[in-house]
């Protein structure tokens, strides 16, 4: 009899989240990005939103949340109604390295999200000054240990991935230089351009027209091989710091608890959202490298990452409380 009642019981949870799920979204969408706009976080978030609101039918806003490298925001979206209308930028600096950067956080990137897909990845790039006294890497890390703690640098904010990703450098060179957090690329850049502050890791999507309109000068790239971007920027290894790397990503999640049927409908949508050859193109002209794949391959890559940026953080000696 109670084995009965449990089947039934199960039977319509399982007939009332598919009904939900068939009719979701039934109001707007928020995509809250924690960053400001012009950065590779509000790009991606933008791309999706415009495709979403296509697709559903339904009107799809980027809620900008800048602030504390990514805490502010993220922090909004862990506490949303598990409903499918509230989504959050999951990207390596608030998912992958505040777990270990912060000493204490108001949200677990874990428990507290589904994971819905990796939609990109974003390589860091070390940019300079054109009035900046240095032109190569070998040049700047020779400076900075001529005048240490001298030389500035700029990041996306405390616990961004361009900050952890300087840290990560300082250390590998043994350098001491001093951060200047931004809440975002268009303010660092525009003092960068300006010469008030001689250079920076950014990602490369909002690094990449800089350098190429010649505003900015490329030092060097954070991967293992040349980006086909920027083929004629070295990589930071090729000046001398072998296996250094530093890829940024930018994935997309839902509260926890969102019924799985939501969370299967959004996954199915943003893998035909990747693979649609428009979206293929902006993409590849704004310097993104697409990833895409299964809610699954995402929550174990997010482990995977931020473990792998949590030692990192231990080795660089970078602390934010």
Request: positive net charge; glycine residues 8%.
């Amino acid at each position: 009899m109670c084995s009965s009642f449990r089947l039934v019981a199960l039977a319509a949870t399982f007939v009332c989240t598919t009904s939900f799920a068939q009719q979701y979204p039934t109001r707007p969408i928020r995509i809250i990005a924690q960053f400001t706009p012009g950065t590779s976080t509000d790009i991606m978030a933008r791309v999706v939103a415009q495709k979403l609101s296509a697709s559903f039918g339904q009107q799809v806003i980027v809620d900008n949340r800048p602030g504390a490298g990514g805490v502010l925001g993220t922090e909004i979206g862990a506490k949303a109604t598990p409903d499918g209308h509230t989504l959050t930028m999951a990207v390596s600096s608030a998912f992958g390295i505040n777990p270990t950067l912060y000493s204490k956080l108001p949200y677990d990137a874990v428990k507290d999200f589904e994971p819905l897909m990796n939609l990109a990845l974003t390589p860091q790039t070390l940019m300079a000054s054109m009035s900046a006294p240095f032109k190569t890497v070998k040049e700047f890390v020779a400076i900075a240990r001529d005048k240490p703690g001298t030389i500035n640098y700029a990041s996306l904010g405390s616990g961004s991935t361009s900050h952890l990703t300087s840290e990560m450098f300082r250390a590998a060179a043994g350098i001491r230089i001093s951060h200047v957090p931004f809440k975002g690329s268009a303010d660092a850049h525009t003092q960068l351009i300006g010469g008030q502050i001689p250079v920076m890791f950014d990602a490369i999507p909002a690094a990449m027209p800089h350098i190429k309109s010649g505003r900015l000068r490329g030092l060097g790239i954070a991967t293992l091989k040349r980006s086909p971007f920027l083929p004629d920027l070295p990589t930071i290894a090729e000046a001398g710091y072998a296996g250094f790397e530093a890829v940024g990503w930018i994935g997309i999640a839902a509260p926890a608890k969102t019924p799985v049927a939501v969370l299967d409908k959004l996954n199915a949508e943003l893998q035909r959202m990747l693979n649609e050859p428009d979206v293929k193109d902006r993409l590849n002209t704004l310097a993104f490298t697409p990833v895409g794949g299964t809610r699954k391959e995402f929550g174990d890559y997010m482990k995977a990452e931020i473990a792998k940026w949590g030692k990192a953080v231990k080795e660089s000696g970078a602390r934010v409380d």
